[in-house]
């Protein structure tokens, strides 16, 4: 495994381990993921915003799943923290974790942009 900064942020070889025969999804997941990120930023963002915990609880455990995809282990668990914080109805902190989330998913999307088959 090589040190370089994509390896921090998610595990390239456990996600490219699940396209094997089947390499040309990979780009087609990555752009998806690209596409989709943002909005699912925004939807737990405005659930912060807007004190909806229910809608927090689903809007992060939905990216917490869509980053697992990459084994970035980082970005999961703080998509995980903000799920529990929605649905115990406990948000005080929510605004800290989501700006490190939004900061994590950033640098995925960075890492990601270098995957190359």
Same mark, same amino acid.
């Given at each position: 495994?090589?040190?370089?900064?994509?390896?921090?942020?998610?595990?390239?070889?456990?996600?490219?381990?699940?396209?094997?025969?089947?390499?040309?999804?990979?780009?087609?997941?990555?752009?998806?993921?690209?596409?989709?990120?943002?909005?699912?930023? !925004?939807?737990?963002?405005?659930?912060?915003? &807007?004190?909806?915990? @229910?809608? /927090?609880?689903?809007?992060?455990?939905?990216? %917490?799943?869509?980053?697992?995809?990459?084994?970035?282990?980082?970005?999961?668990?703080?998509?995980?923290?903000?799920?529990?914080?929605?649905?115990?109805?406990?948000?005080?902190? !929510?605004?800290?974790?989501?700006?490190?989330? &939004?900061?994590?998913? @950033?640098? /995925?999307?960075?890492?990601?942009?270098?995957? %190359?088959?």
């Amino acid at each position: 495994m090589s040190n370089d900064v994509s390896d921090v942020v998610f595990n390239r070889d456990a996600f490219l381990a699940n396209f094997e025969g089947m390499e040309e999804l990979v780009t087609q997941v990555i752009e998806s993921f690209e596409e989709n990120y943002p909005s699912l930023l !925004a939807r737990v963002k405005n659930a912060i915003d &807007s004190s909806d915990m @229910g809608e /927090l609880q689903i809007s992060a455990h939905t990216l %917490k799943g869509v980053v697992s995809n990459f084994y970035a282990e980082h970005c999961r668990l703080l998509a995980f923290e903000l799920e529990k914080m929605g649905k115990e109805k406990e948000a005080t902190r !929510a605004l800290n974790v989501f700006d490190k989330l &939004s900061k994590e998913a @950033g640098r /995925l999307s960075v890492a990601l942009r270098s995957v %190359k088959l």
